[in-house]
């Protein structure tokens, strides 16, 4: 079974709902995952799950693999941050794992503690859209 | 006194399911103090019972290789007490388990002997996370320190306890 546009939207607003114990009004496409619906580091781990097990079907089990939905060990690395900044190496590789985010936000500035900002609920969905067509 | 909520583990099935139980006595010092007229199993230490029974069925799936860390309580519910010469049953049911974590969910029972049936009482999702692989890139210890000592001797009623000794020496 395929999912469409809007049963991927209405899944993540329920994984959002059980995962962060938001409300379905502030999920809305825009808002980040942590600034505005508060989630921390762990809680994208249980998205990640939550996620896995809403859109698996018996026939097509769905796995998300490590570093595919949220940037995994990138920032310890030297040559993708330097004061603070992702560097042009990094900023590429970041585009190149996660082709399902919008960096033009985030682009001009580049400090890494704002990078939490790009993840929002529309990134998810547009995560699932590509990743589920697959 | 050992950090041990849970007195032996009943079954076991790898990466699937581990039950276990915790038998509750009026001689338990915590149970003096809460309440004193009226003691009554804490709900936080039938939480870590939990955390205890879901953690170990974690490790296993992995050979205890992994540092098993209780990252996130999803929900916990309870809806009756437990009181001392009742018995408490955890059964921990993998739900996804990867590189980073595992998530789990729970029941929980409560054994009344003056009746002789096991009730259901409660439910829990609880994530954890293999802290080795974490997102941070901190480093930890080598040795495994959760899956310590004291673990051994529940283990070995189901066989884990090879598991865990193959584990500590690397």
Redesign the interface.
């Known amino acids: 079974m395929a999912f469409n546009r809007q049963q991927i939207e209405e899944g993540v607003i329920e994984v959002l709902e059980e995962a962060l114990g938001v409300d379905a009004e502030e999920a809305k496409p825009q808002a980040t995952l942590t600034g505005d619906l508060g989630a921390e580091s762990i809680d994208f781990l249980d998205i990640q799950f939550r996620m896995e097990k809403k859109f698996s079907t018996p026939d097509k089990p769905f796995k998300i693999e490590q570093g595919e939905l949220f940037p995994e060990n990138l920032l310890q690395d030297a040559t993708m941050v330097v004061n603070g900044k992702l560097t042009d190496t990094g900023m590429a590789l970041l585009k190149q794992k996660l082709p399902h985010i919008d960096f033009s936000n985030f682009e001009g500035d580049r400090t890494v503690k704002k990078l939490s900002e790009v993840f929002t609920v529309k990134s998810l969905c547009d995560f699932l859209e590509r990743r589920l067509a697959k | 006194m050992r950090w041990m909520w849970i007195d032996s583990v009943l079954s076991y099935e790898p990466g699937r399911r581990m039950v276990a139980v915790k038998n509750v006595s009026l001689a338990e010092e915590y149970l003096h103090d809460h309440f004193p007229d009226q003691p009554i199993m804490p709900a936080s230490l039938m939480v870590e019972g939990m955390a205890q029974t879901a953690g170990i069925l974690v490790g296993s799936c992995r050979d205890f290789r992994e540092k098993v860390i209780l ?2 309580i ?1 929900s916990f519910t309870l809806h009756s007490d437990v009181v001392p010469g009742q018995c408490i049953r955890y059964t921990a049911l993998i ?2 388990l ?4 595992a ?1 789990t969910t729970g029941t929980i029972e409560r054994l009344d002997h003056t009746i002789g049936q096991w009730e259901t009482i409660g439910t829990s999702e609880i ?1 954890f ?1 293999h802290i080795d ?1 974490n ?3 901190n480093i930890f210890p080598e040795e495994n320190f959760v899956f310590g000592e004291n673990f051994r001797t529940l283990l070995r009623g189901v066989g884990l306890d090879k598991a865990m000794t193959a584990a500590s020496k690397g």
């Open positions: 990252a996130k999803g739900e996804r990867d590189e980073a974590g998530s994530v996370s692989q997102r941070s890139g």
